[in-house]
């Protein structure tokens, strides 16, 4: 049983536990029947505490956006809690489920097909503004004038359509867009995979700054485990439904506790030769399961190189091994000696990339 970590209720903005996002799956045209379920998110437990960032990451259809859009109830939960400042998401409905709507917002991972072609940017912006109904009038086109601002716009481009910008400049109006009704709790579904790399470390450094302005509270969806390091304060990891480990982030990529995360850190790309010569990449044997039938026990078990026999037949908890290091692996403690992999040597060169990866923008930025 997935036990949720927490840090006192105090210091949480977001409760999530035993969250569940299952689909159905349906054969037939006209007389359908179930034939089985997609397990999306299958029981996670985790909290977000006020002003800081959660990155979570893992590989493609592992449930990362599946959480994100059920913690703001875009999905209806299956199962599960999500408390909020001390109310549960799950329960609300109708006029209740639109005022919280304010306070929890979403940026969306596709800057082309998130934003109305049909809409000016002013209307893309305004229009959050108006349901809530927080301005009106002529301090509507003001408040949109001052978030383009804030987002690094001209406010003149309130006229424009969507087709007139570029891809960072279209995530900016989607920054805008969450913005306008003054959120505590935005989700980032991964904001920066579809930008050149010079613009994802633009775009990440506005999402510190406003963050830092406003006291935002971030949950950073992401694959790129170096954007990930930079941003968030804690590193979640999940794999086929489930959260394998969280930590902080630094004690994370230094000392990985999971056979699954030491395998994804050792696929980072490191730009110096004489380190990939060196440290020996964990390759996994075959394919990610189908979420419609999970691996009993360890999801992880049909691919992990240390798998024993219990890994298979017991589903491990999900444990504080110590410093709020959580890990679900039954050989967790050993697994930094059995698995090839050099850990803080990758750290060090995923910090050093990082570093001249924001020394090169800010050069390109004066």
């Given at each position: 049983?997935?036990?949720?970590?927490?840090?006192?209720?105090?210091?949480?903005?977001?409760?999530?536990?035993?969250?569940?996002?299952?689909?159905?799956?349906?054969?037939?045209?006209?007389?359908?029947?179930?034939?089985?379920?997609?397990?999306a998110v299958?029981?996670?437990?985790f909290?977000?505490?006020?002003?800081?960032?959660?990155?979570?990451?893992?590989?493609?259809?592992?449930?990362?956006?599946?959480t994100?859009?059920?913690?703001?109830?875009?999905?209806?939960?299956?199962?599960?809690?999500?408390?909020?400042?001390g109310?549960?998401?799950?329960?609300?409905?109708?006029?209740?489920?639109?005022?919280?709507?304010?306070?929890?917002?979403?940026?969306?991972?596709?800057?082309?097909?998130?934003?109305?072609?049909?809409?000016?940017?002013?209307?893309?912006?305004?229009?959050?503004?108006?349901?809530?109904?927080?301005?009106?009038?002529k301090?509507?086109?003001?408040?949109v004038?001052?978030?383009?601002?804030?987002?690094?716009?001209?406010?003149?481009f309130?006229?424009?359509?969507?087709?007139?910008?570029?891809?960072?400049?279209r995530?900016?109006?989607g920054?805008?867009?969450?913005?306008?009704v003054?959120?505590?709790?935005?989700?980032?579904?991964?904001?920066?995979?579809?930008?050149?790399?010079?613009?994802?470390?633009?775009?990440?450094?506005?999402?510190?700054?406003?963050?830092?302005?406003?006291?935002?509270?971030?949950?950073?969806?992401?694959?790129?485990?170096?954007?990930?390091?930079h941003?968030?304060?804690?590193?979640?990891?999940?794999?086929?439904?489930?959260?394998?480990?969280?930590?902080?982030?630094?004690?994370?990529?230094?000392?990985?506790?999971?056979?699954y995360?030491?395998?994804?850190?050792?696929?980072?790309?490191?730009?110096?030769?004489k380190?990939e010569?060196?440290?020996?990449r964990?390759?996994?044997?075959?394919?990610?399961?189908?979420?419609?039938?999970?691996?009993?026990g360890?999801?992880?078990?049909?691919?992990?190189?240390?798998?024993v026999?219990?890994?298979s037949?017991?589903?491990?908890?999900?444990?504080?091994?110590?410093?709020?290091?959580?890990?679900a692996?039954?050989?967790?403690?050993?697994?930094?000696?059995?698995?090839?992999?050099?850990?803080?040597?990758?750290?060090?060169?995923?910090?050093?990339?990082?570093?001249?990866?924001?020394?090169?923008?800010?050069?390109?930025?004066?």
């Amino acid at each position: 049983m997935t036990t949720a970590p927490t840090s006192g209720p105090s210091d949480n903005l977001i409760d999530v536990t035993g969250l569940e996002m299952h689909f159905p799956v349906h054969r037939g045209i006209i007389f359908q029947r179930r034939v089985g379920t997609v397990k999306a998110v299958d029981g996670i437990s985790f909290s977000i505490k006020k002003g800081e960032t959660l990155g979570l990451v893992g590989e493609s259809g592992c449930g990362k956006s599946t959480t994100g859009r059920a913690i703001l109830q875009l999905y209806r939960p299956t199962a599960g809690h999500v408390i909020f400042e001390g109310q549960d998401l799950t329960k609300l409905k109708g006029d209740a489920l639109r005022r919280m709507r304010r306070r929890v917002q979403m940026i969306f991972q596709d800057p082309y097909a998130s934003l109305n072609p049909r809409m000016t940017v002013g209307d893309i912006i305004g229009e959050p503004i108006r349901v809530h109904k927080l301005r009106e009038g002529k301090a509507v086109r003001a408040r949109v004038e001052e978030l383009l601002g804030l987002v690094g716009l001209n406010p003149g481009f309130a006229n424009r359509y969507p087709h007139e910008f570029s891809g960072g400049q279209r995530q900016r109006i989607g920054i805008a867009r969450a913005l306008a009704v003054e959120p505590q709790f935005v989700v980032c579904d991964e904001p920066v995979s579809a930008l050149d790399v010079s613009i994802q470390a633009q775009v990440v450094n506005l999402l510190e700054e406003l963050q830092q302005k406003l006291g935002l509270t971030y949950l950073f969806i992401a694959h790129d485990l170096s954007v990930v390091k930079h941003i968030s304060d804690r590193v979640a990891v999940m794999y086929l439904g489930k959260m394998v480990e969280l930590s902080e982030g630094a004690t994370l990529y230094r000392q990985p506790l999971h056979p699954y995360t030491q395998a994804l850190l050792s696929a980072v790309p490191i730009p110096d030769p004489k380190i990939e010569q060196q440290r020996r990449r964990i390759i996994l044997e075959g394919d990610v399961p189908s979420p419609l039938n999970p691996p009993s026990g360890c999801h992880f078990h049909t691919r992990c190189p240390i798998a024993v026999q219990k890994c298979s037949d017991e589903e491990p908890p999900f444990v504080d091994y110590g410093d709020g290091h959580f890990a679900a692996c039954w050989r967790a403690r050993e697994s930094g000696e059995l698995m090839p992999t050099v850990a803080k040597q990758q750290a060090d060169a995923l910090t050093a990339r990082i570093a001249a990866d924001i020394a090169r923008v800010k050069h390109i930025a004066h």
